[in-house]
């Protein structure tokens, strides 16, 4: 029987306090749920900006020509294809996630659009990454610390697989710091967001999760020293539409 007075037994699924080891599934339940919708959705709960945000993410990561990257919570592939681009055929870009239905998704995706030369599929829990300590030039994850349970360890492990002088670079929701701009953000995501859900990917709990996650994630100066504790340096971030979405980058050099 779970102790429910111990509260460190306990992490948040959206607005709701959950046994930590719960957590995992309940999120995949989410994603095992909208894969099929997953783009779509995308497309229009962002008005489209989401491809804006990944262009400016791909931009800071540096990456060239003949790099291994590692993608977390790759989704359908939207980061991962605009790296394997970069790295070209002597590069590699490890696309993951930790759940199957959206790796499924996203491997069908990119397998539809010929991209099958120097991408490698794989399911990883960001918490516990399958690969030798300095293995990859960059490690980037779109969209996705915020569903980690053990956002610190995850970095942790970021940090150990990039080699020296490589980066990490997470692409997020974050918190709004433009004045005025909240109330009508609060409303856009607690009221509309659930209706499109609803009508679109015929899923409104999900999106309701989805609103929720963001508003318990770090906000940009905590994650900015979460990622400094794990051992990245130089560690800086960028808002982008008032902070609706921040992109958090660091370097390791030893």
């Known amino acids: 029987m779970i102790d429910m007075s111990d509260k460190s037994r306990f992490t948040h699924f959206g607005f709701k306090d959950v046994p930590w080891e719960e957590k995992q599934q309940k999120v995949a339940d989410v994603f095992h749920s909208v894969a099929g919708n997953y783009d779509v959705m995308n497309d229009t709960m962002s008005m489209g900006l989401h491809r804006l945000w990944k262009r400016r993410a791909i931009q800071l990561t540096g990456v060239r020509t003949g790099q291994t990257v590692l993608d977390l919570a790759s989704g359908t592939g939207d980061l991962a294809k605009q790296m394997a681009a970069l790295v070209g055929p002597t590069g590699k870009v490890v ?30 829990n960001a918490e516990n990454i399958p690969f030798p300590d300095d293995t990859f030039d960059c490690v980037t994850i779109g969209f996705g610390l915020r569903n980690v349970t053990d956002k610190q360890k995850a970095l942790n492990e970021m940090c150990r697989v990039i080699k020296p002088g490589g980066r990490v670079l997470i692409l997020e929701f974050s918190q709004v710091t433009m004045p005025g701009l909240k109330p009508i953000y609060d409303a856009y995501s607690f009221h509309l967001l659930p209706k499109m859900g609803k009508w679109i990917a015929k899923d409104e709990e999900s999106y309701r999760y989805l609103a929720e996650s963001i508003r318990k994630h770090p906000d940009q100066q905590t994650l900015k020293g979460m990622m400094t504790d794990a051992g990245l340096e130089d560690t800086e971030f960028f808002n982008l539409n008032g902070g609706i979405v921040a992109i958090h980058r660091g370097f390791k050099y030893q």
């Open 95 to 124: 696309f993951s996630d930790i759940n199957a239905s959206m790796l499924a998704e996203g491997r069908a995706r990119m397998e539809s659009q010929g991209l099958i030369g120097n991408i490698r599929y794989a399911q990883i």
